[in-house]
Nanobody, 120 residues
Framework: QVQLVESGGGLVQPGESLRLSCEAS????????MGWYRQAPGKQRELVAT???????NYADSVWGRFTISRDNAKNTVYLQMNSLKPEDTAVYYC??????????????WGQGTQVTVSS
């Protein structure tokens, strides 16, 4: 069984920063791409950023230059450093990991979500 546990969300003012963390645990054989997605009220879930096992990154245009994704492969953990936050960044942020276990091939797993609210 695989679990993804997120942390680091909260309430901040515009222009401030937050760092999200997501640790994957369980019988993980190999971790592939990890990423962050977000869903604002009344909107569809959207990609924020992804990072491959080799460290290649991809960002949504709306966060490029403000957010940085990174990972620690030894800890099966992915991070999202969010700077210069804007009210439109307010959403529930979800961690995603594509991985395989000893029994199951490449599969997407999701965290429970963490709320990020940017408001003055």
């Amino acid at each position: 069984q695989v679990q993804l546990v997120e942390s680091g969300g909260g309430l901040v003012q515009p222009g401030e920063s937050l760092r999200l963390s997501c640790e994957a645990s369980g019988r993980i054989f190999r971790m592939y791409t990890m990423g962050w997605y977000r869903q604002a009220p009344g909107k569809q879930r959207e990609l924020v950023a992804t990072i491959t096992a080799g460290g290649s990154t991809n960002y949504a245009d709306s966060v490029w230059g403000r957010f940085t994704i990174s990972r620690d492969n030894a800890k099966n953990t992915v991070y999202l450093q969010m700077n210069s936050l804007k009210p439109e960044d307010t959403a529930v942020y979800y961690c995603n990991a594509n991985l395989r276990t000893l029994l199951v091939g490449s599969t997407d797993y999701w965290g429970q979500g963490t709320q990020v609210t940017v408001s003055s």
